[in-house]
């Protein structure tokens, strides 16, 4: 077979090898050694004392007769679990350095916030010359092209360039924060199953942590989180490449114990945890793969004054007037604009006016973003086509507004009279990039556009395709 477009099939020869990686060499250990070796590949040169890998089975540690620190993984160092040839960071004694061991994330992520290097970012163990054997076969299955195999975050946060994200919330009745994890689209043939340890155990896990940078947010802090989520299910259980669950601002709140009138911020750590029922399991926490310009484990989530205006997304269109309503599944997206169908409700005293312009003086302006995956990659097992970047967000589109299916009457000035709620459809223009969307986030500004207020999300699994 050989290559195409990046990836390598079997038979594979150093020709494939060498084309793919851009080595210009024959040597099998210098093609194994090669820095040019895409880490975040699934298939790649893994360690291993025998010349033949006869178990490749993806919960196998070992060969039959000797160590293979690749597919399920195996310990290379105390401390250092290493899975698929990569050492994870997790939150054990060794690399919690000051910390000690816990059962939370919080030690973890400060350290890997504050850049402390006590956590391997996912350090590719690339087999080790006179020790392990250099195997060809090891590249077959090779794709060449993708990033950081696994993504996970609250929804809508701008990433921390050197510390944490961020995200401000309008306390909206009905908002809320959305916790993802993903598997970006140029990741190649990972899923959830593969990436962790003991599928059958972890659980996505999002634990909330009062702002306070004297007892909770330093180096040993022995702080606990005011309020632990987690997904339903076992990751063994997702599939795919996506999941997700939600948690209302409210909500929050109450587990705060926020009492006075002004409104709080606070730290939101978002990894993956080992439980036995409910209970976490200590040392074996872990983070997602992060850069330093783009940290997503920590949000710092800013509760900004509760507003008395509403909006609830209903149905949504492909630019048409044939509304239908949101489901869980995949949808292919027909185009890159959308049209939602949605009640406003006007809680305030005063009458409510809506417009579309920034220009425009005294009218609220909604505005629609995607949020998902937008890498690269190839087709790949009936799997779609992106195009353009590798940001998880699309652009903030404002959004206009009327009363009827098709917009006709799409105006800048809709009103709506004090204490009551009206039925209004908004358009999206070129909502949706090319990948998969995962949620739409709902923004709303009161100052013309200069500064726009989360008021939470809708759960989707859209794939718009680049044929």
Request: proline letters at 3%; one cysteine or more; charged letters at 15%.
């Amino acid at each position: 077979m050989g290559h195409s477009n990046g990836q390598i099939t079997a038979p594979v020869n150093t020709d494939d090898v060498s084309t793919v990686i851009g080595v210009s060499s024959h040597d099998v250990g210098t093609l194994c050694l090669s820095e040019n070796v895409n880490k975040w590949n699934k298939n790649k040169p893994y360690r291993g004392t025998q010349p033949e890998v006869k178990s490749r089975t993806e919960d196998n540690a070992t060969n039959e007769t000797g160590k293979f620190l690749g597919k399920r993984g195996s310990v290379d160092t105390a401390g250092f679990p290493c899975y698929w040839g990569m050492r994870y960071p997790m939150n054990n004694a060794v690399q919690n350095s000051a910390g000690g061991a816990k059962s939370n994330l919080l030690q973890l992520c400060w350290d890997v916030i504050n850049n402390k290097g006590n956590h391997p970012n996912f350090e590719y163990m690339k087999p080790v010359a006179g020790t392990d054997f250099f195997r060809l076969d090891d590249f077959v299955g090779y794709h060449h092209k993708g990033e950081q195999f696994l993504d996970a975050g609250v929804s809508g946060a701008t990433a921390g360039d050197g510390t944490y994200a961020t995200l401000r919330v309008n306390n909206f009745e009905s908002s809320g924060l959305t916790i993802y994890a993903i598997i970006p689209s140029d990741s190649v043939g990972w899923e959830f199953k593969d990436i962790i340890p003991e599928p059958n155990k972890y659980k996505l896990v999002a634990e909330f942590y009062k702002n306070d940078t004297v007892n909770v947010w330093k180096s040993g802090s022995t702080a606990s989180p005011f309020l632990t989520l987690k997904s339903a299910k076992y990751m063994d259980n997702w599939g795919g490449v996506q999941t997700y669950f939600g948690v209302s601002i409210s909500d929050i709140l109450t587990a705060l114990g926020n009492n006075s009138s002004s409104m709080p911020s606070f730290f939101v750590c978002v990894g993956f945890n080992k439980y036995s029922g409910e209970t976490a399991s200590a040392s074996s926490a872990f983070v997602a793969p992060w850069k330093t310009n783009q940290q997503r484990c920590v949000t710092l989530v800013t509760v900004v004054k509760a507003s008395p205006y509403l909006i609830s997304l209903l149905k949504y269109s492909w630019n048409t007037t044939n509304y239908v309503a949101f489901v869980a599944t995949d949808v292919t997206a027909q185009s890159s604009t959308m049209r939602f169908q949605t009640t406003v409700t006007n809680n305030s005293s005063t009458t409510m006016n809506i417009g579309i312009s920034n220009a425009v003086a005294g009218k609220l302006l909604f505005a629609a973003q995607a949020w998902g995956s937008y890498g690269e990659y190839h087709n790949f097992n009936g799997g779609y086509l992106a195009a353009g970047g590798t940001d998880n967000s699309g652009p903030r589109r404002v959004m206009k507004v009327g009363t009827n299916t098709d917009l006709s009457s799409n105006t800048n000035n809709v009103s709506i009279n004090a204490n009551s709620a009206k039925t209004l459809y908004f358009q999206a223009d070129d909502l949706l990039p090319y990948g998969h969307t995962t949620s739409i986030l709902i923004w709303v500004s009161n100052d013309g556009g200069a500064t726009w207020e989360n008021t939470g999300s809708q759960q989707v699994s859209f794939k718009r395709l680049n044929a």
